[in-house]
């Protein structure tokens, strides 16, 4: 049973972003850095790895543990709304917007700027996501970004762009990193339910 009740919780809504503060440092500061200092084949290899962790996170867990909600501070980067989640809806939400980021890459990288807008909200996980086959799926999305990602010419278009909903233009290299430093949030936030439902168990 998960330890907080959805109507106790006074959470943002779906889509409501970072504090200000928050936002403009990722995206005048940080993004940045990043772009600057990650080539393609670290960005690649920053995606893989952070997969891999959340994977392995997730494989220490029941099917019924996985499916269990609980609330955690706010990491940075990680909007309010997202932090009443389980393990199995992070894992979701990390198949959707990356087989979506993929889709980006592979556009851009062809020059193709002519995408369907999308939001936030839209690649939220269903919150009564089932366990089975997610972490097939979560693995296949992997595999499939990995292997986009390493075929495509991601540098042929650098002016092909598409808008990120909080941080504006990206083209295919910046959607690149920026895929790796987004696997990294939802990792960790996988960590932060896992110490809690470990903790749990121990009491």
Partial sequence: MDKTSNSALKLGKPGAGLPFYEWFIAKYILFPQRFSSTDNAQAIANFAEESKKALELARELSPDQLCEK??????????????????????????????????????????????????????????????????????????????????????????????HPWFGPLNARKWLVFAGAHQSIHRKQIEQITKLLKSETRT
């Avoid at 609980?70 to 940075?76: E, K, P, S, T």
């Avoid at 980067?77 to 979701?92: F, I, P, T």
Wanted: charged share 25%; glycine share 6%.
């Fill in 70 to 163: 609980r609330l955690i501070d706010r990491l940075r980067g990680l909007e309010d709304n997202s932090r009443y989640w389980s393990v199995a809806m992070a894992l979701e939400h990390m198949t959707i917007a990356g087989s979506a980021v993929r889709g980006v890459i592979l556009s851009l990288s062809n020059g193709k700027t002519d995408l369907p807008g999308s939001t936030i909200a839209d690649l939220k996980p269903n919150p009564e996501i089932s366990p089975e086959g997610l972490l097939t799926r979560f693995e296949e999305m992997t595999r499939k970004f990995v292997r986009t990602a390493e075929a495509a010419k991601i540098d042929a278009f650098p002016e092909a762009t598409y808008s």
